[in-house]
Protein backbone atom coordinates (compact mmCIF):
# COMPACT_ATOMS: atom_id res chain seq x y z
CA UNK A 1 0.00 0.00 0.00
CA UNK A 2 3.01 2.20 0.62
CA UNK A 3 6.00 2.71 -2.21
CA UNK A 4 9.02 4.50 -1.22
CA UNK A 5 11.43 5.66 -4.06
CA UNK A 6 14.32 8.43 -4.83
CA UNK A 7 16.75 6.92 -2.61
CA UNK A 8 20.62 7.00 -4.21
CA UNK A 9 23.95 8.31 -3.54
CA UNK A 10 25.34 11.41 -2.82
CA UNK A 11 27.99 13.53 -1.56
CA UNK A 12 27.89 15.33 1.56
CA UNK A 13 25.94 18.66 1.28
CA UNK A 14 23.71 17.05 -1.59
CA UNK A 15 20.10 16.74 -2.06
CA UNK A 16 17.51 14.31 -2.41
CA UNK A 17 13.63 13.98 -2.49
CA UNK A 18 12.43 11.09 -1.66
CA UNK A 19 8.74 10.28 -2.86
CA UNK A 20 5.53 7.41 -0.93
CA UNK A 21 3.14 6.28 -3.36
CA UNK A 22 -0.06 5.26 -1.24
CA UNK A 23 -2.90 2.99 -2.63
CA UNK A 24 -5.85 1.22 -1.16
CA UNK A 25 -5.80 3.26 2.01
CA UNK A 26 -7.65 6.38 2.45
CA UNK A 27 -4.58 8.73 1.97
CA UNK A 28 -6.46 12.44 2.41
CA UNK A 29 -7.05 11.21 5.74
CA UNK A 30 -4.48 9.26 7.17
CA UNK A 31 -1.18 11.01 8.25
CA UNK A 32 2.38 10.19 6.66
CA UNK A 33 5.58 10.16 8.17
CA UNK A 34 9.10 9.41 7.77
CA UNK A 35 11.32 6.80 9.45
CA UNK A 36 14.89 5.34 9.07
CA UNK A 37 17.37 2.80 10.02
CA UNK A 38 20.93 2.56 9.50
CA UNK A 39 22.87 -0.83 9.95
CA UNK A 40 23.08 -1.72 13.16
CA UNK A 41 20.62 0.89 14.45
CA UNK A 42 17.42 1.04 15.41
CA UNK A 43 14.58 2.46 13.01
CA UNK A 44 14.26 6.39 14.29
CA UNK A 45 12.00 8.76 13.62
CA UNK A 46 12.17 11.62 10.59
CA UNK A 47 9.49 13.67 10.18
CA UNK A 48 5.52 13.16 9.73
CA UNK A 49 2.77 15.34 8.62
CA UNK A 50 -1.00 15.06 9.73
CA UNK A 51 -3.73 14.40 6.67
CA UNK A 52 -4.28 17.98 6.59
CA UNK A 53 -1.25 19.18 6.35
CA UNK A 54 -1.32 21.57 9.77
CA UNK A 55 0.66 19.46 12.11
CA UNK A 56 4.14 18.41 11.64
CA UNK A 57 6.88 16.81 13.55
CA UNK A 58 10.55 16.60 12.72
CA UNK A 59 13.53 14.84 14.55
CA UNK A 60 15.85 18.09 15.77
CA UNK A 61 18.64 16.30 13.69
CA UNK A 62 16.74 17.07 10.29
CA UNK A 63 15.34 20.38 11.24
CA UNK A 64 15.78 22.62 8.75
CA UNK A 65 17.33 20.22 6.71
CA UNK A 66 14.60 17.91 5.42
CA UNK A 67 10.44 19.10 4.74
CA UNK A 68 7.88 16.64 4.51
CA UNK A 69 5.13 17.84 2.09
CA UNK A 70 2.35 15.71 0.67
CA UNK A 71 -0.18 15.80 -2.12
CA UNK A 72 -3.43 14.33 -1.27
CA UNK A 73 -4.59 14.74 -5.18
CA UNK A 74 -1.66 12.59 -6.40
CA UNK A 75 -1.97 10.11 -3.18
CA UNK A 76 1.70 10.81 -2.49
CA UNK A 77 4.00 12.55 0.24
CA UNK A 78 7.95 13.98 -0.43
CA UNK A 79 11.05 13.84 2.06
CA UNK A 80 13.54 16.84 0.82
CA UNK A 81 16.70 16.34 1.76
CA UNK A 82 19.16 19.32 1.83
CA UNK A 83 22.37 19.86 3.30
CA UNK A 84 23.25 15.75 3.92
CA UNK A 85 25.79 14.42 5.94
CA UNK A 86 27.03 10.85 6.84
CA UNK A 87 25.32 10.36 9.27
CA UNK A 88 21.85 10.88 7.19
CA UNK A 89 22.94 7.18 5.50
CA UNK A 90 19.72 4.79 6.31
CA UNK A 91 17.50 2.78 4.80
CA UNK A 92 14.04 5.46 4.66
CA UNK A 93 10.88 3.89 4.90
CA UNK A 94 7.74 5.66 4.48
CA UNK A 95 4.46 5.04 6.76
CA UNK A 96 0.99 6.30 7.38
CA UNK A 97 -2.15 5.93 9.53
CA UNK A 98 -5.49 6.99 9.68
CA UNK A 99 -6.10 10.66 11.70
CA UNK A 100 -3.89 13.46 12.62
CA UNK A 101 -1.27 12.05 14.90
CA UNK A 102 2.46 13.07 14.28
CA UNK A 103 3.69 10.61 16.90
CA UNK A 104 7.62 10.00 16.95
CA UNK A 105 6.99 6.18 18.19
CA UNK A 106 7.03 3.80 15.09
CA UNK A 107 4.46 1.65 16.89
CA UNK A 108 1.73 3.47 16.40
CA UNK A 109 1.71 3.68 12.77
CA UNK A 110 0.24 0.90 10.72
CA UNK A 111 1.27 1.06 7.78
CA UNK A 112 4.87 1.05 6.19
CA UNK A 113 6.23 0.77 2.94
CA UNK A 114 9.22 -1.15 1.97
CA UNK A 115 12.43 1.39 2.24
CA UNK A 116 14.44 2.89 0.23
CA UNK A 117 18.88 3.26 0.50
CA UNK A 118 19.81 6.55 0.95
CA UNK A 119 23.75 6.80 1.19
CA UNK A 120 25.78 9.94 1.76
CA UNK A 121 29.31 9.88 1.24
CA UNK A 122 31.85 12.29 2.75
Known amino acids: QLQASGGGLVQAGGSLRLSCAASRLPFSRSSMAWFRQAPGKEREFVAALSWHGGRSNYRDSVKGRFTISRDNAKNTAALQMNSLQPEDTAVYYC?????????????????WGQGTQVTVSS
Open 95 to 111: AADYGSKVSPQSYLWKY
